[in-house]
């Protein structure tokens, strides 16, 4: 029973993540900065949410006799996001190193700039002290940090919505035609 679970699981982590790039690649070159702004969270949430998805069902009316337990939906959940967030963190890893040599460094300077914009009001909030700490440990960040960033996100994202999308998915009753 786990092949199943484990190749429906894998064949739509990696159908998002190739979805994934390609957002990532069309975001970046009409000058949106997919790692710093929240276009990209939105899109890979949809993307969960709609992959996820397809491929629970299929799951539950193509191998399971219609049937969906949470166990179940959670084991194709942990398939899809380990090989969702995998290939897209070798993505990210093949873009600054191939693809966009120079991206790193306009990401840092992306991430100084709006830490020198932030409003007075936040400055005091956080102190001026941590600001330009952060300031300091941007200039020290590499290629490997973002290809860790983007893995934690994909995983996380993936934590949180997979029992959403299990439990969705045990209440709906499959239709029959």
């Given at each position: 029973m786990?092949?199943?679970?484990a190749g429906v699981g894998t064949r739509y982590g990696l159908v998002a993540s190739v979805l994934s790039s390609m957002a990532f690649l069309a975001l970046h070159y009409t000058g949106?900065?997919?790692?710093?702004?929240?276009?990209?969270?939105?899109?890979?949430?949809?993307?969960?949410?709609?992959?996820?998805?397809?491929?629970?069902?299929?799951?539950?009316?193509?191998?399971?006799?219609?049937?969906?337990s949470f166990g179940q939906g959670m084991t194709i959940?942990?398939?899809?996001?380990?090989?969702?967030?995998?290939?897209?963190?070798?993505?990210?890893?093949?873009?600054?190193?191939?693809?966009?040599?120079?991206?790193?460094?306009?990401?840092?300077?992306?991430?100084?700039?709006?830490l020198r914009l932030m409003s007075a009001d936040q400055l005091e909030s956080l102190g001026e002290d941590f600001v330009q700490d952060q300031i300091n440990k941007t200039g020290d960040l590499g290629p490997s940090a973002l290809v860790l960033d983007a893995f934690v996100k994909k995983i996380l994202?993936?934590?949180?919505?997979?029992?959403?999308?299990?439990?969705?998915?045990?209440?709906?009753?499959?239709?029959?035609i």
């Amino acid at each position: 029973m786990i092949k199943p679970l484990a190749g429906v699981g894998t064949r739509y982590g990696l159908v998002a993540s190739v979805l994934s790039s390609m957002a990532f690649l069309a975001l970046h070159y009409t000058g949106q900065e997919p790692m710093v702004n929240l276009h990209m969270l939105f899109i890979d949430g949809l993307l969960i949410a709609l992959t996820l998805g397809v491929g629970m069902k299929e799951f539950r009316d193509y191998y399971n006799n219609k049937l969906l337990s949470f166990g179940q939906g959670m084991t194709i959940g942990f398939f899809y996001y380990i090989t969702f967030s995998s290939f897209f963190g070798l993505f990210i890893l093949l873009f600054v190193g191939v693809i966009e040599p120079d991206f790193v460094s306009q990401y840092r300077e992306s991430i100084i700039e709006q830490l020198r914009l932030m409003s007075a009001d936040q400055l005091e909030s956080l102190g001026e002290d941590f600001v330009q700490d952060q300031i300091n440990k941007t200039g020290d960040l590499g290629p490997s940090a973002l290809v860790l960033d983007a893995f934690v996100k994909k995983i996380l994202a993936g934590l949180v919505l997979t029992p959403l999308v299990t439990v969705i998915f045990r209440k709906l009753k499959p239709q029959s035609i």
